[in-house]
């Protein structure tokens, strides 16, 4: 069974500091990995897709990296901003089986200005 | 830009009543996904549609739960009788019928319910 781990479970830091957040999961037979940013009370915004053939992923000051073989994904967040404050998700989609996507528990960042 | 839609934002009952979610999913997305996402966890998948056909409903309480896509288009996802545990954040997703899922789940911005 695919299982999901996100480290830290919270994490605090100043205005301006480059954050890494990591993902782990259990099993490389998966499809894609995509990582959401979820603020309080909202829906999932997707922020970034990797395809399991792919190393990393790109889109203004966060870049996504995919580690299939030793099960890992990482998170950049370059020259953080109070308003990168969320919980970030990350999820992968497993081969085979229907498309459910398989979530870890989040992490919530927050940024002080 | 294209969203899911989602209706209503916030639901507030009363356990025993009966409750009604709605979704309408980003146009020319067949496949459509039912979460719940308990405060501090990540979302699992209740149901998921492919078209007008249930793919996957192994985590629905059936004996309360029930959803349908009677056109292949919008979904109803409906609770009864709710019961204080079905508390949580409920979100619809939808994704393009493609390669699995090549292009990735959108998500929309959930219904909180609270039971009380």
């Known amino acids: 069974k695919q299982e999901v781990t996100q480290i830290p479970a919270a994490l605090s830091v100043p205005e301006g500091e480059n954050l890494v957040l990591n993902c782990s999961f259990t099993?490389?037979?998966?499809?894609?990995l995509q990582w959401f940013r979820q603020d309080p009370g909202k829906g999932l915004t997707s922020l970034l897709l990797?395809?399991?053939?792919?190393r990393e992923q790109t889109s203004g000051r966060l870049n996504a990296s995919l580690d299939k073989s030793s099960g890992r994904s990482t998170l950049y967040i370059a020259a953080s901003q109070p308003g990168d404050s969320a919980t970030y998700l990350c999820?992968?989609?497993?081969?085979?089986?229907?498309?459910?996507?398989?979530f870890g528990k989040g992490t919530k960042l927050t940024v002080n200005p | 830009e294209a969203e899911v839609a989602q209706s209503p934002r916030y639901k507030i009952t009363e356990k025993s009543q009966a409750v009604a979610f709605w979704c309408d999913p980003i146009?020319?997305?067949?496949?459509l996904y039912w979460y719940r996402q308990i405060l501090g966890q990540g979302p699992e998948l209740l149901v998921q549609?492919?078209?007008?056909?249930?793919?996957?409903d192994s985590q629905l309480p059936k004996d309360r739960f029930s959803a349908e896509r009677l056109k292949g288009v919008d979904s109803t996802l409906k609770i009864q009788p709710a019961e204080l545990g079905d508390s949580a954040m409920y979100l619809c997703?939808?994704?393009?019928?493609?390669?699995?899922?090549?292009?990735?789940?959108?998500f929309g911005p959930g219904t909180r319910l609270t039971v009380l």
């Open positions: 997703a939808s994704s393009f019928a493609g390669t699995s899922g090549s292009m990735g789940q959108f």
């Open positions: 099993d490389s037979a998966i499809y894609n």
């Open positions: 990797i395809q399991s053939s792919q």
């Open positions: 999820a992968v989609l497993p081969q085979g089986g229907s498309e459910k996507l398989v």
């Open positions: 146009s020319g997305h067949a496949t």
């Open positions: 549609f492919q078209d007008e056909s249930v793919v996957d």
